[in-house]
């Protein structure tokens, strides 16, 4: 892992927000899939959002867990959003693969 990592969670109700902070690639796509599983695993939870607003590195393992996320919240009936910031290297990797096309992407700009 060259840049750290690191995930906070944050819940009000039955929303979870998953916030992740750093590269996401090949050693740290577990560390941002694990709160993920242990929510929707748990139960309780209707709505998921990862932010990653703070991501500064998105590789393929890293979207593999974002439509992995998606696939389980769409069988759990839970709804699903992923935050990303205009222009970021998140927002370009969900472009160029589509999956912006697949679960609702939230573009905010890059001063929020």
Do not use: I, N, W
């Amino acid at each position: 892992m060259g840049a750290s990592f690191s995930t906070s969670e944050s819940r009000e109700g039955s929303e979870l927000t998953v916030v992740a902070v750093g590269d996401v690639d090949l050693l740290s796509a577990p560390l941002l899939d694990r709160p993920v599983t242990q929510a929707l695993d748990g139960g309780g939870v209707t709505r998921l959002v990862l932010d990653l607003r703070k991501v500064t590195f998105l590789a393929s393992s890293g979207l593999a867990v974002l439509a992995e996320a998606h696939d389980r919240c769409d069988k759990l009936g839970v709804d699903y959003q992923v935050v990303v910031r205009e222009g970021s290297a998140a927002a370009r990797a969900l472009a160029v693969t589509r999956l912006d096309t697949v679960f609702e992407v939230e573009r905010v700009p890059a001063d929020r």
